[in-house]
């Protein structure tokens, strides 16, 4: 999963970058100081992997990874190359979701690249700017199949074309790809154009240190973020960019207390991971035994065999059967013996569809 980290400059993308991935991107009171997309690899916290590494003494614990790629400030013109505008789109295009970064604190000493901090006019400058570049590339697909698409003797040339008019007119009254409907036929066109605001996203509210602690809709920027959300059906995430880097730096202990302190369950990185998951349909099933314990990131809805084939192509193509059982029975039944045992353990075909905490041990034949 490639999640892309983007926002306005000087909204504190870098420094929620510099948190959860301890890449130390550089964060500078000025726009474009991140010219190359930096990219970190985090592990995605997972107690289930521990305990059952503990169980099977296990040589090596290998967790899921989220890729975060954090990408260079966006201003207004991008779409026409104003600041790094064509660099920063090529990027967010390679990404599988977004997470926009928007600023909702005040510090005088921070400048912000408008002169005034207003979340919701920060997210339509980047929003317009994806717009107009999928435009764009709506455009070209227009002129590729034009000729063939006129007069509707090619029947899906012309339903095409007559689809890409429709999806332009939604994109120039400045709505995101994502909200455009569209039927199971007509979803793979859409597809291909890979467009830029067709991709789910995640809106990051940065908050102050000060405001750490309160009731999300007791802070008023906040509010403005989640209303603006909320009519497209977007989540959002209340995080301190700034917190989150101290806590990056203590140890486990100290964090534990730190956001105790706070009234915090988990830290921002663990909420952040779980909503992406979420929002991309993503879940985690396990292998475990004494030579490694390891999670694998699968599409909720994911079957057997295709699950096998996330391990090696092998184990897909000479699936025989997958068996099965729960991380928690596994952990209570003290393995996979005593789970058998007590028939906790189930055999399972081509089409069972894995579960999240889902311990599998594949059956093949090559």
Same mark, same amino acid.
């Given at each position: 999963?490639?999640?892309?980290?983007?926002?306005? @400059?000087?909204?504190?993308?870098? #420094?929620?970058?510099?948190?959860?991935?301890? +890449?130390?991107? &550089? $964060?500078? %009171?000025?726009?474009?100081?991140?010219?190359?997309?930096?990219?970190?690899?985090?592990?995605?916290?997972?107690?289930?992997?521990?305990?059952?590494?503990?169980?099977?003494?296990?040589?090596?614990?290998?967790?899921?990874?989220?890729?975060?790629?954090?990408?260079?400030?966006?201003?207004?013109?991008?779409?026409?190359?104003?600041?790094?505008?064509?660099?920063?789109?090529?990027?967010?295009?390679?990404?599988?979701?977004?997470?926009?970064?928007?600023?909702?604190?005040?510090?005088?000493?921070?400048?912000?690249?408008?002169?005034?901090?207003? @979340?919701?006019?920060?997210?339509? #400058?980047?929003?317009?700017?994806?717009?107009? +570049?999928?435009? &764009? $590339?709506? %455009?070209?697909?227009?002129?590729?199949?034009?000729?063939?698409?006129?007069?509707?003797?090619?029947?899906?040339?012309?339903?095409?074309?007559?689809?890409?008019?429709?999806?332009?007119?939604?994109?120039?009254?400045?709505?995101?790809?994502?909200?455009?409907?569209?039927?199971?036929d007509e979803k793979p066109i859409i597809d291909n154009l890979f467009l830029l605001t067709a991709k789910p996203i995640i809106y990051a509210a940065n908050i102050s240190e000060f405001d750490m602690g309160k009731d999300e809709n007791d802070i008023p920027l906040v509010c403005t973020v989640k209303d603006y959300a909320a009519k497209e059906g977007s989540e959002v995430l209340v995080i301190c960019a700034k917190t989150e880097e101290e806590l990056s730096l203590m140890s486990d202990e100290d964090m534990s207390v730190f956001l105790e302190e706070l009234g915090l369950e988990e830290s921002g990185l663990n909420r952040l991971i779980k909503k992406s998951y979420a929002l991309l349909g993503l879940i985690s099933y396990l292998t475990a035994g004494e030579k490694e314990t390891r999670a694998w990131t699968i599409v909720k809805g994911t079957k057997a065999p295709q699950a096998a084939g996330k391990i090696h192509t092998d184990f897909e193509r000479g699936f025989i059967r997958a068996e099965i059982c729960d991380w928690q029975t596994l952990l209570e039944c003290g393995g996979l013996v005593g789970a058998r045992e007590k028939g906790k353990v189930r055999s399972?075909?081509?089409?069972?569809?894995?579960?999240?905490?889902?311990?599998v041990l594949f059956r093949f034949n090559v």
């Open positions: 999963m490639k999640l892309g980290v983007v926002g306005l @400059p000087n909204v504190g993308k870098s #420094t929620l970058f510099n948190a959860i991935t301890h +890449a130390g991107a &550089e $964060a500078a %009171n000025y726009p474009f100081c991140t010219i190359e997309p930096n990219v970190g690899v985090v592990a995605v916290p997972d107690e289930r992997l521990d305990k059952l590494a503990a169980l099977y003494s296990s040589k090596k614990v290998t967790p899921a990874v989220v890729e975060f790629v954090d990408i260079a400030g966006l201003v207004k013109g991008a779409s026409k190359g104003e600041g790094l505008g064509n660099k920063f789109l090529s990027h967010v295009r390679e990404c599988d979701a977004i997470v926009h970064v928007v600023r909702c604190f005040e510090n005088e000493n921070i400048t912000h690249v408008n002169n005034k901090i207003d @979340p919701v006019a920060d997210i339509q #400058t980047i929003t317009l700017e994806l717009i107009l +570049a999928d435009i &764009e $590339a709506v %455009n070209k697909r227009q002129d590729r199949i034009r000729s063939t698409a006129r007069g509707g003797a090619n029947k899906e040339a012309a339903a095409e074309f007559a689809l890409l008019e429709r999806l332009e007119k939604f994109l120039t009254e400045e709505k995101p790809a994502r909200l455009f409907t569209c039927s199971d399972e075909g081509k089409d069972y569809v894995i579960k999240d905490g889902d311990v």
